[in-house]
Nanobody, 119 residues
């Protein structure tokens, strides 16, 4: 079992930045693909970014590419999401998730952290 706790959300003006953190416990995530997802009010949860076990490969949703950066620190058992040039449409609850298989089998989820971007 892996427990995930997200932090770093908050209220920010459009154009601003936030850095989300995801702290894992229970077991090491150093061999797992990690990801960030988000869910806006009234919408389905959507993929934001993923990073492979070593950090050498990343993927992003088109809507955030060039503005968001996913990274990880395996020594700290943590994953991060740097969000720049934030837009009101980025407002959502952001979730961290673990994919032990590397083939989009997202098995463990955090409780989420709220990000609100004002216009």
């Amino acid at each position: 079992q892996v427990q995930l706790v997200e932090s770093g959300g908050g209220l920010v003006q459009g154009g601003g930045s936030l850095r989300l953190s995801c702290a894992a416990s229970g077991r090491s995530i150093s061999t797992y693909t990690m990801g960030w997802f988000r869910q806006a009010p009234g919408k389905e949860r959507e993929f934001v970014a993923r990073i492979n076990y070593s950090g050498g490969s990343t993927n992003y949703a088109g809507s955030v590419k060039g503005r968001f950066t996913i990274s990880r620190n395996n020594a700290k058992n943590a994953v991060y999401l740097q969000m720049n040039s934030l837009k009101p449409e980025d407002t959502a609850v952001y979730y961290c998730a673990v994919d032990p298989t590397g083939i989009s089998n997202w098995s463990y989820w955090g409780q989420g952290t709220q990000v609100t971007v004002s216009s």
